[in-house]
């Protein structure tokens, strides 16, 4: 059925790069013919996913969305793929992200824009537009994302779906292509909370591929969810991020955002003001932090081992350096351009205490704040994104303008702490507002019931 739906949905929506109808078909057969011989079967199986092409598929080609992986077809299964495998959910296909999951629209994706199924003159969000637009769209109930600033949540506000990163290190990223590794995590894309509950339960646990894996199972997340369905908070502490509102947040974001608050406390949460004071720097911080990840990780795409290899033309010595120049000229594009070249300054000899140094010290001054504040609140809150999805073209030749939109999504990836994004409601554009929960780390439990029952 869903297969229909992507043929059905696919002209105006583009939110697949590879659909893997085939690998589906199969995989949904032998889910069939376990149930049919008795077997015990996991919670989701049967149910089909679709799964950002940041995250490497065995046999099915795997580009991140940059022409520089194109043909790249991986020889083994990230981590999560695997548990999907394992627990017999069939693997839709690839979803459309920014090259390198490096922006906030999807306008940056080497192979075209995915559009809001919403309203198609609009973004869906980034850098995992795709796999947002893909469960918006119902081609798919299921989807993973990755999140290094909010490319989970973000498009998920932007799309009225449900977007979760979860505490860093709780999913493993062994077969995550790595964009900043300290800030990297995969989670779920849904329509409900309650099944994000069921997806990282699936995917989450300790993983010994992954050095950075915490070595303790997932939290129990399904229950908490199914607890907030009797929309009972009583004893719950909610901390309004007083730097996350009012200025810079447009009126009808933060009318649907006040709106949810209510709601909170009509189910009897107490909702308190918090300061995080560092947060104004955390844009700044994540905009050193980021790009110097990237300009190091990205350093593999040499044309050596990997996708595409362009020779220097007639004329030029036909040496490796030569060649890593042209393959990397052709295939990266602008904004990833951008950032290695960012990256690579801050990280340069005589800049690096300036730039990276100061960031990190930053990154741990933010890291206090979030500790700080969770002394006194057991959740934080604020809207998930200050804008709703804007129109195409609006700011994607202004890369500033475009990181600003990041702002509440940036300091849950600085702390390292897990983050939901829930749908409340529409703006008075006609789009969907997101509304962030951020709990304590290795405490993605607690997320799980107040954002059930706001959903
Ligand atoms: N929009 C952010 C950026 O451009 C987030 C990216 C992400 O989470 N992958 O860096």
Not at 87 to 93: D, E, I, K, V
Not at 124 to 136: K, N, Q, T
Not at 209 to 222: E, R
Not at 280 to 294: D, F, R, T, W
């Given at each position: 059925?869903?297969?229909?739906?992507?043929?059905?949905?696919?002209?105006?929506?583009?939110?697949?790069?590879?659909?893997?109808?085939?690998?589906?078909?199969?995989?949904?057969?032998?889910?069939?013919?376990?149930?049919?011989?008795?077997?015990?079967?996991?919670?989701?199986?049967?149910?089909?996913?679709?799964?950002?092409?940041?995250?490497?598929?065995?046999?099915?080609?795997?580009?991140?969305?940059?022409?520089?992986?194109?043909?790249?077809?991986?020889?083994?299964?990230?981590?999560?793929?695997?548990?999907?495998?394992?627990?017999?959910?069939?693997?839709?296909?690839?979803?459309?992200?920014?090259?390198?999951?490096?922006?906030?629209?999807?306008?940056?994706?080497?192979?075209?824009?995915?559009?809001?199924?919403?309203?198609?003159?609009?973004?869906?969000?980034?850098?995992?537009?795709?796999?947002?637009?893909?469960?918006?769209?119902?081609?798919?109930?299921?989807?993973?994302?990755?999140?290094?600033?909010?490319?989970?949540?973000?498009?998920?506000?932007?799309?009225?779906?449900?977007?979760?990163k979860p505490t860093y290190g709780g999913v493993?990223?062994?077969?995550?292509?790595?964009?900043?590794?300290?800030?990297?995590q995969?989670?779920?894309?849904?329509?409900?909370?309650?099944?994000?509950?069921?997806?990282?339960?699936?995917?989450?646990?300790?993983?010994?591929?992954?050095?950075t894996?915490i070595?303790s199972?997932?939290p129990?997340?399904?229950?908490?969810?199914?607890?907030?369905?009797?929309?009972?908070?009583?004893?719950?502490?909610?901390?309004?991020?007083?730097?996350?509102?009012?200025?810079?947040?447009?009126?009808?974001?933060?009318?649907?955002?006040?709106?949810?608050?209510?709601?909170?406390?009509?189910?009897?949460?107490?909702?308190?003001?918090?300061?995080?004071?560092?947060?104004?720097?955390?844009?700044?911080?994540?905009?050193?932090?980021?790009?110097?990840?990237?300009?190091?990780?990205?350093?593999?795409?040499?044309?050596?081992?990997?996708?595409?290899?362009?020779?220097?033309?007639?004329?030029?010595?036909?040496?490796?350096?030569?060649?890593?120049?042209?393959?990397?000229?052709?295939?990266?594009?602008?904004?990833?351009?951008?950032?290695?070249?960012?990256?690579?300054?801050?990280?340069?000899?005589?800049?690096?205490?300036?730039?990276?140094?100061?960031?990190?010290?930053?990154?741990?001054?933010i890291i206090n704040d979030f500790n700080?504040a969770f002394?006194?609140?057991d959740v934080l809150?604020?809207?998930?994104?200050?804008?709703?999805?804007?129109?195409?073209?609006?700011?994607?030749?202004?890369?500033?303008?475009?990181?600003?939109?990041?702002?509440?999504?940036?300091p849950a990836n600085l702390a390292g702490v897990p983050a939901?994004?829930?749908?409340?409601?529409?703006?008075?554009?006609?789009?969907?507002?997101?509304?962030?929960?951020i709990a304590p780390q290795q405490h993605d439990e607690v997320l799980?019931?107040?954002?059930?029952?706001?959903?």
């Amino acid at each position: 059925a869903h297969l229909d739906v992507i043929e059905a949905a696919e002209p105006s929506i583009n939110a697949f790069l590879q659909v893997s109808a085939d690998i589906a078909r199969e995989q949904a057969d032998a889910v069939d013919a376990k149930r049919a011989s008795g077997e015990q079967l996991a919670p989701l199986a049967g149910v089909p996913i679709a799964i950002k092409d940041m995250i490497v598929t065995q046999g099915i080609e795997t580009t991140a969305a940059s022409k520089i992986l194109q043909g790249w077809i991986p020889p083994y299964d990230a981590t999560v793929i695997t548990k999907l495998k394992n627990a017999g959910m069939p693997l839709l296909g690839k979803t459309n992200l920014d090259e390198f999951a490096q922006g906030s629209s999807t306008e940056h994706s080497a192979y075209g824009n995915t559009n809001n199924p919403w309203d198609t003159s609009r973004v869906p969000g980034g850098s995992g537009g795709g796999s947002a637009a893909a469960v918006g769209a119902f081609e798919a109930p299921l989807a993973l994302g990755t999140d290094t600033g909010g490319s989970i949540r973000q498009p998920g506000a932007f799309t009225g779906t449900v977007g979760v990163k979860p505490t860093y290190g709780g999913v493993s990223r062994f077969g995550a292509i790595a964009m900043a590794s300290s800030l990297d995590q995969i989670g779920p894309v849904t329509r409900t909370v309650l099944d994000s509950a069921l997806l990282q339960e699936t995917i989450g646990g300790h993983d010994p591929k992954d050095s950075t894996s915490i070595p303790s199972p997932a939290p129990a997340m399904v229950a908490a969810a199914q607890q907030g369905a009797n929309r009972d908070l009583k004893g719950m502490k909610v901390g309004l991020i007083k730097e996350l509102s009012g200025d810079g947040f447009d009126a009808g974001v933060s009318k649907r955002f006040d709106e949810a608050v209510e709601e909170l406390k009509a189910m009897g949460a107490e909702v308190v003001e918090v300061s995080l004071p560092h947060l104004k720097y955390a844009l700044g911080a994540y905009y050193i932090i980021m790009p110097s990840e990237v300009s190091s990780n990205l350093a593999r795409y040499d044309g050596m081992r990997y996708g595409l290899r362009v020779m220097p033309p007639e004329g030029v010595p036909a040496t490796a350096a030569n060649m890593m120049a042209y393959t990397r000229e052709a295939g990266f594009g602008d904004e990833v351009k951008r950032r290695i070249i960012l990256g690579t300054y801050a990280l340069s000899a005589g800049y690096y205490d300036a730039w990276y140094g100061s960031a990190q010290k930053v990154r741990t001054l933010i890291i206090n704040d979030f500790n700080k504040a969770f002394e006194k609140v057991d959740v934080l809150v604020s809207p998930t994104a200050p804008s709703t999805a804007f129109k195409f073209g609006e700011k994607s030749d202004d890369p500033i303008a475009m990181y600003l939109g990041d702002i509440a999504t940036i300091p849950a990836n600085l702390a390292g702490v897990p983050a939901i994004s829930v749908p409340a409601g529409l703006s008075d554009d006609g789009m969907p507002v997101g509304f962030q929960f951020i709990a304590p780390q290795q405490h993605d439990e607690v997320l799980y019931k107040p954002a059930a029952a706001l959903e």
